[in-house]
Every structure is written in structure tokens, then in C-alpha cells.
């Protein structure tokens, strides 16, 4: 037997007639060859799909068809030839749910199908389905159907339109893997972009202020998140320190991080007292902030001159104010988180 595999590589089947080549080889041989032509080139996915149909209805020599797949557990129609056509559930459920084809030669002759609705409005004789499967998954279904028994499906069609059907849904399967990696480079592109901008905001280099060393560094543990801290000079030589945590990772919570940056930056240019600057934040962030989120956030005021901080603590992890003598005091006064 001369697979489909062997037909992709190259490998020439028996003329029809020959010995050993039986009788009906030529036109599956020909419908297999052109299927593995066809299929090897890059498509989208809808123009795919038509594709398929097409080689699969034209190798059975069927009028009607349709092919239907899964799509988050409902069945979709993906391409469908015939006037206000529809397949009957009980066809639909044998396949799927058996993962198997199904041949009915006359549907007269089936007592399950013969009363059926979309059997008697379209005039359904002789109709075949079978699966669209990948292993043991099936991921969809070709059907195909006459109206009159003029042509009759037998049991090689049935096997041709199973091969075939085998074949697409390989064919599909790897298309759609390909379309998803072509999203999640985009995806990752555009989540670089954003990495830089967000870099960008935080601030590149402290301030300089006269008897205080100031440093900070954030190392996101994703592309983009939701940390911010901040330098923030007053005109009276004091200098804000903020750092904060967006609840959430990723997009989302690097959108916020922005939001909350600009507020900040606002809120602070009046150099208030700490408590000032967080409650207008806290009101502010509340009446746009998502039921799933909220930030914490510790935000100061340092006088270098007179030594002396004062802060504002919104549910972040207390910091840690080192003595001249090395002792270790955690800053835990404060209030609840923002938003």
C-alpha cells in the first residue's frame, strides 16, 4: 500500500490497472496527491479551511458539505457548500462523541435519521462524517451528503474522506500553533516596548543633596510590573521618597504603575506633608482603581538640613531607618493600602 506519506515524498504510485493496483486507485490516488499538494502550502486559517472542504467533498464526489470545528467548546462553522445548509445533531454526536466515521448509504434505511428535521428539509440520501482528529483529540468534523441516490457513498469513500480528514486536521492543528507563535511574537515585541518606556519612567539617576547618599534600583521579575519608586526635589531643598506596588503583574498592573506615577509626581510638586500628599492619592486612585486592585505605598519627606523624615505609610512592607549606631528601627505607623 502506498501511503499519503510516501505520495508527499515524491514516491509514484501503480498505474491504475497495473498489477496489483486495484481498480479504484486512480481517482483516490489523485484526490491523495492533490489534497498533499495543496495542503503543503501556507494559508490563513479561513482560507484553509475552505480549501479543505473543497478537496474533500471533490475526492467523494459529494454535493453538500460541511466542515466544523471546535472553538472553546462550541462547534463553529468553518466552511460549508450547499443553499441553507444544516447537519443534523444526531450525525453530528455519533462522530464526535464516538471518534469515529459514520457512512449511512441510504438514510431511508436508518430508523435513528430518517425522521430527522434537517434530514427531510434537505432531501438528505446518502451522507457521511467523520472526525477531524489529532491523536486522540478531535478538533472537528468534515461532513458530506447527496440528495439523491444517483451517487450512493461506499465504504472506500468513506476511508478516502477519513485519510483526508486525518491529513487536515494535522494541516489545521499546525496552522493554528503557527498563527499563535506569529501573536506571541508580537506580543513579546510589544511587551519590550513597553519594558523600555516603563524603564524610562522610573528615574535614571538620584538627586543630589548635600549630606545624603540617595540610590535606587528595580529589577523587574517580568518584562513589565507594577513597582515604582521615585526622587522627587522640593524648592526648599527637602526631597521626597516614594516607592509603591501595584497589586498584579504584568500589563495591567504597569498601566497602573504609570497612572499612579503621574498622580504622584502632581500631588507632590507642593511638597506637603506626607499625609496630605497620600490621602488626595488615595482619593484620587479609589475612584478609578478596578475591584481586584489596590497599591501600597511609602512616601516621605527628608529634610537633609534639620535630619529629620516624615512619613505617610499606605500598606506597604514597613521600611527599615538605620541609626548612626547601626540599630534598626522599622518604620510601621500608617493606614490602609490605596484604592
Not at 492533490?34 to 501556507?42: D, F, T
Not at 438514510?107 to 425522521?115: A, P, S
Not at 517580568?222 to 497589586?247: E, M, N, S
Request: charged share 25%; glycine share 8%; hydrophobic share 45%.
Amino acid at each position: 500500500t502506498v501511503t499519503l506519506q510516501n505520495l508527499l515524498k515524491g514516491e509514484a504510485p501503480p498505474e491504475p490497472g497495473a498489477a496489483g493496483a486495484p481498480a479504484q486507485w486512480g481517482g483516490a490516488v489523485t484526490a491523495l496527491v492533490r489534497a498533499g499538494r495543496e495542503l503543503a502550502v501556507r494559508r490563513p486559517l479561513l482560507e484553509l479551511f475552505e480549501v479543505i472542504l473543497e478537496l474533500a467533498l471533490d475526492a467523494v464526489g459529494a454535493q453538500r458539505g460541511v466542515l466544523m470545528t471546535s472553538e472553546k467548546g462550541r462547534l463553529a462553522v468553518q466552511a460549508a457548500r450547499g443553499d441553507d445548509f444544516r447537519i443534523s445533531t444526531a450525525v453530528r454526536d455519533r462522530v464526535l462523541d464516538g471518534k469515529t466515521s459514520l457512512l449511512i448509504q441510504d438514510v431511508l434505511l436508518d430508523e435513528d435519521l430518517r425522521g430527522r428535521g434537517s434530514i427531510v428539509h434537505q432531501s438528505v440520501r446518502s451522507l457521511m462524517a467523520v472526525p477531524l482528529q489529532t491523536d486522540e483529540r478531535v478538533i472537528g468534523l468534515i461532513y458530506a451528503d447527496t440528495p439523491q441516490l444517483l451517487r450512493q457513498f461506499t465504504a472506500d469513500d468513506l476511508s478516502l474522506l477519513t485519510v483526508m480528514a486525518n491529513v487536515a486536521a494535522i494541516r489545521i492543528e499546525r496552522e493554528r500553533l503557527a498563527e499563535i507563535e506569529q501573536v506571541e511574537r508580537l506580543l513579546e515585541a510589544e511587551l519590550e516596548q513597553a519594558a523600555e518606556i516603563q524603564r524610562r519612567l522610573l528615574p535614571t539617576r538620584a538627586p543630589t543633596v548635600r549630606g545624603v547618599e540617595l540610590a535606587g534600583y528595580n529589577a523587574p521579575c517580568r518584562t513589565v510590573g507594577g513597582d515604582y519608586y521615585d526622587f522627587l526635589p522640593c524648592p526648599d531643598g527637602k526631597v521626597a521618597l516614594v516607592i509603591a506596588d501595584v497589586a498584579g503583574k504584568g500589563m495591567p498592573a504597569a498601566l497602573m504603575m504609570a497612572g499612579l506615577q503621574a498622580k504622584v509626581q502632581a500631588f507632590a510638586e507642593a511638597c506637603a506633608e506626607p499625609a496630605s500628599v497620600v490621602t488626595r492619592l488615595n482619593r484620587s486612585i479609589t475612584a478609578t482603581c478596578p475591584e481586584n486592585r489596590f497599591v501600597t505605598l511609602f512616601y516621605c519627606l527628608l529634610d537633609p538640613q534639620g535630619r529629620e523624615i516624615s512619613y505617610s505609610n499606605a500598606g506597604h512592607n514597613p521600611p527599615l531607618l538605620v541609626r548612626p549606631g547601626g540599630e534598626l528601627e522599622r518604620l510601621e505607623e500608617g493606614g490602609p493600602v490605596l484604592g
